[in-house]
């Protein structure tokens, strides 16, 4: 590395919710990154952090608020010296703009993301049906993103929300045989066809680890791809107010 | 958790020598911890720095002294949490004591803890093929560990090193198909059985990507599975120097 270049930011991942899906996220990070040797990768700092409060138990009352654990696990990754974080658990977004003002880099938001990523790779689709936990469900986080651009979310029944979305990704994240929850999320995807979906969301992180494109008649959307590949511009992005920071590799080692 | 129940260590991973070889050594983390939910998981950071200089050209006297980028990725680690740390990267233990007299927490060291494995598991075996990197065979760290327990290492051929065994690592390192790679183990493998291996140790953490147990009518010994389960006992082993430390759960987040 010439020592004028201004170096890549340093990538911040507050994982461990699960930890199955954080491992799937740093792959996405690999695979998102332009390289040809160990070099041309990005920094990255991962706290795999599997301790954090339910996410849907708080957002449903039944649990403790995972707030103070996910601010704790973001100043560690700071203290590291991650330049900006990114949360691959869905669910834990609730609490995203608590975190954000509670730290002094920005994160960036995963469904956004998939917002913009959806603008532009599936411009004519506007009925999306969603697969993610009841935590997610209650708080209306993807709603909140999407219906302001026009598009429409669709959800399970209660029913099918608990015997199959919820019981396939408590199932992944014990880390027993996938072909169970994949039978699951498959029986709640075609209940989303049938109601008028033209996309599935893979809206909980455990989700893309048992339902990839190509597995439904649909397009699979990916807001872990959506977020690694955003991650990865956005640590090759030297902005303005990065512009004065050259490339300090033998100071941060 | 409960208030007096020791916590487990933070296991520190100093890792992207290369990212691919980092990733599989998280999962397999994951695979050896026993678990049902996420919060039986472990606390796992890891820094993947592929800005870390080439090993294997500073054992050969061609290239910069990793040593210094180690120890800041070290500190990176200890000042987020870390309790003690382990190298995804073989080559890198070229410089273990190096980094081990300058930092202030224990480090797992891969090749012991796979000499302890086999001593368990292959007790039988006496010769072993090693396939790993330039910079290992030129170390002779491997044997360092092996031949005072009386056990044989066996090496390839400087040419075959060269055109199939390093050729291997530097295409998995650059994120390729892995075919032309897997092709490459297998020609450096049956050399070395034809020379008399009872078993091929994977000694590279890039090889065990392309070599796995069952591909060669031998055992495939991975290192970097033993040091996941070494990770994950030492993670889990509250031992008397830890015994007062309790669950500080709320402090560590």
Same mark, same amino acid.
């Given at each position: 590395?010439?020592?004028?270049?201004?170096?890549?930011?340093?990538?911040?991942?507050?994982?461990?919710?699960?930890?199955?899906?954080?491992?799937?996220?740093?792959?996405?990070?690999?695979?998102?990154?332009?390289?040809?040797?160990?070099?041309?990768?990005?920094?990255?700092?991962?706290?795999?952090?599997?301790?954090?409060?339910?996410?849907?138990?708080?957002?449903?009352?039944?649990?403790?608020?995972?707030?103070?654990?996910?601010?704790?696990?973001?100043?560690?990754?700071?203290?590291?010296?991650?330049?900006?974080?990114?949360?691959?658990?869905?669910?834990?977004?609730?609490?995203?703009?608590?975190?954000?003002?509670?730290?002094?880099?920005?994160? +960036?938001?995963?469904?956004? /993301?998939?917002?913009? #990523?959806?603008?532009? &790779?599936? %411009?004519?689709?506007?009925?999306? =049906?969603? !697969?993610?936990?009841?935590?997610?469900?209650?708080?209306?986080?993807?709603?909140?993103?999407?219906?302001?651009?026009?598009?429409?979310?669709?959800?399970?029944?209660?029913?099918?929300?608990?015997?199959?979305?919820?019981?396939?990704?408590?199932?992944?994240?014990?880390?027993?045989?996938?072909?169970?929850?994949?039978?699951?999320?498959?029986?709640?995807?075609?209940?989303? +066809?049938?109601?008028?979906? /033209?996309?599935?969301? #893979?809206?909980?992180? &455990?989700? %893309?680890?048992?339902?990839?494109? =190509?597995? !439904?008649?649909?397009?699979?959307?990916?807001?872990?791809?959506?977020?690694?590949?955003?991650?990865?511009?956005?640590?090759?992005?030297?902005?303005?107010?990065?512009?004065?920071?050259?490339?300090?590799?033998?100071?941060?080692?």
């Amino acid at each position: 590395m010439s020592p004028v270049e201004i170096e890549a930011r340093v990538i911040g991942v507050l994982g461990g919710m699960g930890p199955a899906a954080t491992a799937d996220f740093y792959q996405k990070l690999i695979q998102a990154t332009p390289a040809k040797t160990d070099q041309d990768h990005l920094k990255v700092l991962i706290y795999s952090n599997p301790h954090i409060p339910d996410r849907t138990a708080a957002i449903r009352g039944e649990g403790p608020d995972p707030l103070p654990a996910l601010v704790a696990s973001a100043e560690a990754l700071i203290r590291a010296g991650a330049d900006f974080l990114t949360i691959p658990c869905v669910t834990a977004h609730h609490f995203f703009e608590g975190l954000q003002a509670a730290v002094s880099v920005p994160i +960036l938001h995963l469904i956004r /993301e998939t917002v913009a #990523a959806l603008g532009v &790779e599936h %411009p004519a689709l506007r009925c999306f =049906g969603l !697969l993610a936990t009841s935590g997610t469900l209650q708080s209306r986080m993807f709603e909140a993103k999407f219906q302001p651009q026009g598009l429409t979310i669709l959800t399970c029944e209660p029913s099918v929300q608990d015997t199959r979305v919820m019981e396939a990704i408590y199932a992944v994240k014990k880390g027993e045989s996938l072909d169970g929850p994949r039978h699951l999320v498959r029986e709640a995807a075609t209940h989303l +066809l049938d109601r008028g979906a /033209e996309a599935i969301i #893979a809206g909980c992180t &455990e989700i %893309p680890l048992i339902l990839r494109e =190509g597995d !439904l008649p649909v397009p699979v959307i990916d807001p872990t791809w959506n977020l690694a590949r955003a991650a990865v511009r956005y640590a090759l992005a030297a902005g303005p107010h990065f512009g004065a920071r050259r490339s300090c590799y033998k100071d941060r080692g």
